[in-house]
């Protein structure tokens, strides 16, 4: 049995567990073979006070051309960090050379977290990541990124807004062309909840866990790779949240207790046996 392959597009931060070094060891242990297209090499995730790093913006044609030849074809295509629009515009480009009406996309649209754009965004980044969540199968935005995808005020807070406007706006967002929108880490009270619409079904669906820590790097990373891994592998959307979720909890949990820094990430290498069949 041929074991699947997903195009991992994504940075490569040596430190903080996120991105590729999240989604390679997570897809593996999925039953999928990542196959890591970097945006760009990082010496650690960009939280850290400083870091280095290389855009790999002009090497990435030169790997698809490589990838081209040998006629790979991919059962998904997975998108994380995208370093500016120029990125966005060629990842679609990519997609529709190596897509075929088989192949799941999955775009996690990295825009901001906590009410704001990640250094160097803005809302030319914005407009050119809502175009490319119009390609995919699944999206999955934090509460930031919904926000400003939706072209609403993004410094309003996760607590003040009840779930049921949570909901809408998944639904908002799947107009956009995307088949399941899941948005991510909403903090309400004690919980922290993931929340889900199919529009197929045009139903909802949502899992929440008990809040634990604070924010800790790669979360959202470890999250949709897992729904990834486990969607190729032929699980539904629900099920492969339901799993995320708990895997990310009992990550966090051992995080916590070993007092971690929140910068390094979270312990998943000890909890992937909970993503084996």
């Known amino acids: 049995m041929a074991v699947p392959k997903v195009a991992a597009i994504n940075d490569l931060s040596g430190l903080g567990k996120c991105s590729l070094t999240a989604a390679i060891p997570i897809l593996s242990v999925c039953g999928v073979q990542a196959v890591p297209m970097p945006t760009a090499v990082l010496s650690n995730q960009t939280a850290f006070e400083s870091y280095t790093g290389i855009d790999l913006s002009m090497d990435m044609p030169m790997i698809a051309a490589e990838w081209k030849k040998r006629k790979v074809s991919f059962d998904g295509i997975y998108t994380g960090y995208l370093s500016g629009v120029s990125q966005v515009e060629w990842v679609e480009q990519f997609m529709q050379e190596f897509a075929n009406p088989q192949t799941k996309i999955f775009v996690d649209p990295v825009l901001g977290d906590e009410g704001v754009y990640y250094r160097g965004f803005g809302d030319e980044m ?6 490319l969540c ?4 699944v999206i999955t935005p934090n509460l930031t990124e919904v926000l400003f995808l939706l072209g609403k005020k993004a410094e309003l807070k996760a607590e003040s807004q009840n779930l049921e406007q949570i909901r809408s706006y998944a639904k908002q967002l799947s107009q956009l062309g995307p088949k399941t929108v899941i948005i991510t880490g909403v903090s309400q009270g004690e919980k922290i909840w993931n929340i889900g619409y199919s ?5 909802f669906f949502e ?29 539904s959307p629900q099920k492969a949240l339901k799993k995320a979720a708990a895997f990310l909890q009992a990550s966090i949990e051992e995080a916590v207790e070993d007092k971690t820094d929140p910068n390094e990430g979270v312990a998943f290498e000890h909890h992937l046996s909970l993503l084996f069949d």
């Open 199 to 203: 529009a197929k079904e045009d139903s």
């Open 207 to 235: 899992v929440s866990t008990q809040k634990t820590g604070e924010g800790y790097s790669g979360t959202g990373d470890i999250l949709t790779s897992v729904i990834c891994g486990c969607m190729i592998k032929g699980e």
């Open 126 to 131: 914005c407009q050119a990541m809502k175009k």
């Open 134 to 137: 119009g390609k995919a199968d």
